[in-house]
């Protein structure tokens, strides 16, 4: 089981990004996808998650009409489409999914496959 995260770089305050996340390694078919981050000394935070149909939309408060997930489930990939960024933002974004997720999108401990993060950095 791998999810390989891309899309990261360096960005001005009010810049955007597109963070990616393929899946592979076996079907994932059913499975909550969400975004993760972690600034430097900080605990890994939720930021938003998607359940496999799409009708279902989980958004960390800060984020909220700032940031969109999206998935395509033919792909096996979730995007984060990140406008508007502040200096806040910046950490290492972390995608992960599991089966044992469910209504629980916001709980780290219920995702049981991680991706290896991709550093955002935002300047002011």
């Known amino acids: 089981v791998q999810l390989q995260a891309s899309g990261g770089g360096s960005v001005h305050f009010g810049g955007a990004l597109r963070l990616s996340c393929k899946a592979s390694?076996?079907?994932?078919?059913?499975?909550?996808m969400g975004w993760f981050r972690q600034a430097p000394g900080r605990e890994r935070d939720f930021v938003a998650a998607?359940?496999?149909?799409?009708?279902?939309?989980y958004y960390e408060d800060s984020v909220k009409g700032r940031f969109t997930i999206s998935r395509d489930n033919a792909e096996n990939t979730v995007y984060l489409q990140m406008n508007s960024l502040k200096p806040e933002d910046m950490a290492v974004y972390y995608c992960?999914?599991?089966?044992?997720?469910?209504?629980?999108?916001?709980?780290?401990?219920?995702?049981?496959?991680w991706g290896q993060g991709t550093l955002v950095t935002v300047s002011s």
């Open positions: 992960a999914t599991g089966p044992r997720v469910g209504d629980f999108a916001s709980v780290r401990g219920r995702y049981d496959y």
């Open positions: 390694g076996r079907s994932f078919s059913g499975y909550v």
């Open positions: 998607i359940s496999w149909s799409g009708n279902r939309i």
